[in-house]
């Protein structure tokens, strides 16, 4: 252990003595001078001693002399032009004293930690202050701090006196808060810049970008969607397709070493080959070419020519195959699925497809999804298969369907939800629009309509047909708001109502006293008397309460104007059902039901049409004082 212990002992006792050296690397000197005494190099410190500056113009055939610059000089080499001329260089040379620190060397400002950094061009350099450091009053601070950021610029290779005139008004704020303050204190990190060159710009390579590929779909979890997986990419009309990026050279620079920074030759390796046709536009630009829609579908590429179409024919839509369709209802996509085997589904399992128009010559299968402006189902739909579509026309249909004008060629207990909607055969399910037509109903069909419901051919039982006014979502929600605003109206009128019989009372009991007050201060005001405050404030109180009473039963008057008007429109919708009918051109045969539902009162009527019954029409006829029955009525 003494052994080992005098070693270190003789080791750390090395002193390097004053050194004084011309270097262009101060760091590199440093180390050489370590290396020499044995020491580490962060035992040692400098002082800088005089800097010279050098320049010269150096075109490769012919190089000149170096030129000294005067330090005061310095700063006008900050020009733009000289700077970015690649012939031009600079460099420096420092005179620098080097030493070991000790406690006779101590360093200014102890309690300030500080580093210099740049960014990877070197073009701009900061001066990091670290969190906790502090610097104390002193008559040669702003002195101690320039030398100090300048011996770490250095350093670090940085020039001094060029690209750097901020640092003086950087040393300048800090002494000066330090002569007001005492001290300052640096309780959070701080970075701040101190030198900058001039960043080149970076060269551009060229390059093809293809933005009508859109990346994989993804369902709320953020979990890709296999199904869907972009077999058509549709397009909307102005939309960037395919952009061109133009190769272009950067701009050179200089950084804070001096050194000349050439932009490299941009690579050029994408190059357009491709055409185009009138579906799509290019425009040109500074820095691309762009290839825009020039109108709604999806894009092809056939024969080395990008077009725009809005038919397609496939085969069957499937997992195995094309994958869910969604080009969205707006995209003017035409598409034509031709598969017709019974044995398979045009649209397949689980597929969802969103176009402006399809035509499906085949079936659609389980939790099938298909939404369109216009829709055709040639084959049949699963029970679990949803069709969307303003027109629509299915054959044979199991699942769900929801339109504006329906046509069903044979409904299997299916479901369907339009606005005008005509099935040929209804073998069971459920209806529900504005109006219903059936060729030939036969049993366990639920029809309910808003205006009307026909029936050719009544072929079954266990039916029921129902007239609801207010058989829409939007109806309903129009009806429930607005018996909800009737209710808060009426409770309104109730309290108003109270409150004016209480103050029409205040009022009138106190009118006598009123008209006593009143004769009393036309006398006092006659006669010069100074009106007595209790009087004053009893005559005020009473126009208030005749003001208020003026007031609540102005807002009563308008509160039962709209309480009128919000139960007129409930009675509209009321009104609605005596139009309404539902016909069976047939005779009545089995066990059927006819209903209405009323709005007001809130009920349901229920009529049983008997067997063999002649009557055509049937409607609810109002017998007064609030009763109705479904009875015969004219069409």
Request: hydrophobic letters at 35%; aromatic letters at 6%.
């Amino acid at each position: 252990m003494s052994l080992f212990g005098s070693k270190e002992k003789k080791e750390t006792s090395k002193v390097v003595r004053r050194t004084v050296v011309r270097t262009q690397n101060v760091a590199k000197e440093l180390q050489a001078i370590a290396k020499s005494y044995e020491v580490r190099v962060d035992t040692l410190d400098f002082n800088i001693l005089d800097v010279q500056t050098y320049t010269r113009i150096n075109d490769g055939s012919k190089e000149t002399e170096w030129e000294s610059i005067k330090n005061e000089d310095l700063y006008e080499l900050d020009d733009e032009t000289a700077l970015l001329n690649p012939h031009f260089q600079i460099k420096q040379t420092y005179e620098i004293e080097i030493f070991s620190i000790s406690v006779e060397t101590a360093k200014p400002c102890p309690n300030l930690k500080i580093a210099v950094g740049a960014n990877a061009s070197k073009c701009k350099v900061y001066l990091s202050i670290q969190e906790g450091s502090s610097v104390s009053k002193n008559t040669t601070l702003e002195d101690d701090l320039l030398n100090i950021i300048n011996k770490k610029k250095i350093r670090a290779g940085i020039l001094i006196h060029i690209f750097d005139e901020m640092v003086s008004n950087v040393v300048s704020k800090i002494a000066a808060q330090a002569k007001v303050l005492g001290k300052v204190e640096f309780k959070e990190a701080k970075t701040i810049l101190i030198a900058e060159g001039f960043e080149p710009t970076v060269t551009t390579n060229d390059k093809l970008i293809l933005h009508y590929e859109k990346s994989d779909a993804t369902d709320e979890n953020k979990k890709i969607d296999y199904s869907s997986r972009g077999f058509i990419q549709n397009v909307k009309k102005d939309e960037l397709l395919i952009e061109y990026i133009k190769p272009r050279h950067g701009v050179p620079g200089r950084n804070c070493r001096g050194e000349f920074l050439e932009p490299t030759e941009p690579v050029i390796a994408n190059e357009v080959t491709f055409n185009i046709d009138s579906t799509i536009k290019e425009v040109d630009t500074e820095e691309s070419v762009e290839y825009r829609a020039n109108e709604n579908g999806y894009i092809a590429f056939n024969d080395n020519t990008y077009t725009i179409k809005t038919d397609m024919d496939v085969g069957e839509i499937s997992f195995k195959t094309t994958g869910s369709i969604n080009s969205g209802v707006d995209s003017d996509v035409s598409l034509n699925v031709s598969e017709t085997d019974l044995e398979k589904d045009a649209i397949g399992t689980g597929m969802s497809v969103e176009v402006s128009e399809i035509d499906i010559d085949g079936n659609v299968g389980s939790n099938a999804k298909v939404v369109a402006l216009r829709a055709t189902v040639a084959g049949q739909t699963h029970k679990t298969a949803i069709i969307k579509a303003d027109e629509l026309d299915i054959n044979i249909h199991k699942g769900k369907a929801y339109g504006k004008n329906i046509k069903i060629t044979r409904l299997e207990h299916g479901e369907i939800d339009g606005d005008v909607v005509e099935v040929t055969q209804a073998l069971g399910g459920q209806i529900r629009a504005k109006e219903i037509r059936m060729e030939i109903c036969a049993s366990h069909v639920h029809a309910t309509a808003s205006k009307r419901i026909e029936i050719q051919k009544l072929h079954g039982s266990e039916n029921i047909f129902t007239i609801d006014p207010v058989l829409k979502k939007d109806a309903v929600a129009d009806l429930h708001d607005n018996q909800e605003s009737i209710k808060k109206i009426e409770n309104s009128v109730r309290e108003i109502g109270k409150e004016i019989e209480r103050y029409t009372k205040l009022i009138e009991d106190g009118t006598p006293g009123f008209i006593k007050i009143k004769k009393h201060l036309l006398h006092y005001k006659k006669n010069g008397v100074k009106l007595p405050a209790s009087f004053v404030g009893k005559y005020k109180q009473f126009t208030s309460m005749q003001e208020h009473l003026k007031d609540i039963q102005r807002e009563y008057e308008v509160k039962n104007n709209q309480l009128t008007l919000q139960t007129t429109r409930t009675v509209s919708f009321q009104d609605n059902i005596m139009d309404a009918r539902i016909i069976n051109r047939d005779r009545w045969i089995g066990y059927n039901e006819i209903r209405f539902q009323l709005v007001d009162p809130p009920m349901e009527l229920v009529y049983k049409p008997a067997e063999g019954s002649q009557d055509k029409v049937f409607g609810l006829v109002e017998l007064g004082d609030g009763e109705f029955v479904i009875e015969a009525v004219s069409e």
